[in-house]
């Protein structure tokens, strides 16, 4: 079966950095591509960014490029969001995303003053 537990999030100012974590588990994570997403308050899901089964590839929403950093470790099946330059508006509730279907329950992250 597949788990995702996300931590790392908390209270942040504007301009400070956090690291987000996804441990998976019940999949072949070394196989799988792998996503973070995020929902506002108010807002729908977006995409924020993914990383190949590799980890050689990466992409990003416009917002966060050049300020967050995904990356994986498939030795220990933990994916990451190195975010740092924070703004209010990355306000949300980040979640990671396996294979498409699978989501973890997402950890609150709030930038503020």
């Known amino acids: 079966q597949v788990h995702l537990v996300e931590s790392g999030g908390g209270l942040v100012q504007p301009g400070g950095s956090l690291t987000l974590s996804c441990a998976a588990s019940g999949f072949t994570f070394s196989d799988s591509y792998m996503r973070w997403y995020r929902q506002a308050p108010g807002k729908k899901r977006e995409f924020v960014a993914y990383?190949?089964?590799?980890?050689?590839?990466?992409r990003y929403t416009d917002s966060v490029e050049g300020r967050f950093t995904i990356s994986r470790d498939n030795t220990n099946n933990t994916l990451n969001l190195q975010m740092n330059s924070l703004r209010p508006e990355d306000t949300a509730v980040y979640y990671c995303?396996?294979?498409?279907?699978?989501w973890g329950e997402g950890t609150l992250v709030i930038v503020s003053s």
């Open positions: 990383i190949t089964s590799a980890g050689d590839y990466s």
């Open positions: 995303n396996a294979l498409g279907d699978y």
